[in-house]
């Protein structure tokens, strides 16, 4: 995709149907429980990693399911420079969807499956971990927006530099 090239309408999205939404798999672990919840910190650190799959469901049929992978790891602030900074906790999140198409000639499938699905999605996600993490007596985690976008074109961009490293055929 060029830089000129726009992404896709928000309404233009009728032809994606949303079957279905659900947790795949979901952990939290709390290493030092319970002594964590004496030393909680008022501002834990938090590094939340995101990455975004699309697989055909049945090859020739319009029907795909998309998995968002979400890393949440709170850690605390190392109170010198001696000690190591204590994780908190760890909460992996596996949600994904269902969705069709009316047929597989939809044009932009990989930005709908990569950018667009994902978007629909992000309100429950943000949502499941806000919850667990409330529950579970942590720091509530309010992920900010996630600019499903940007991350589809940095991972294109990557790719397409891995496939431009060219192997020069056998020369006989």
Known sequence: MSENEQLIEPTKLSNLSLNTQYIKDISLKIPDAPHIFKTMPSSPSLTVTVDVNAQQMIEG??????????????????????????VIFNLTLQYAALISFPTLETSNLEELLMV?????????????????????????????????????????????????????????
Request: charged residues 25%; hydrophobic residues 35%; aromatic residues 6%.
């Open 61 to 86: 049929e319009p029907n795909f399911d998309v998995t968002v992978f979400i890393a949440c790891i709170s850690t605390t602030a190392p109170p010198n420079n001696d000690e190591k900074a204590k």
């Open 116 to 172: 667009h699905t994902p978007d629909l999605l992000f309100p429950e996600i943000r949502n499941v971990i806000l919850n667990i993490t409330r529950e579970a007596n942590l720091p509530p985690v309010i992920l900010q927006r996630i600019d499903f976008a940007t991350m589809w074109k940095e991972k294109r961009q990557e790719n397409q530099n891995i496939t431009e490293i060219d192997i020069n055929p056998d020369t006989k």
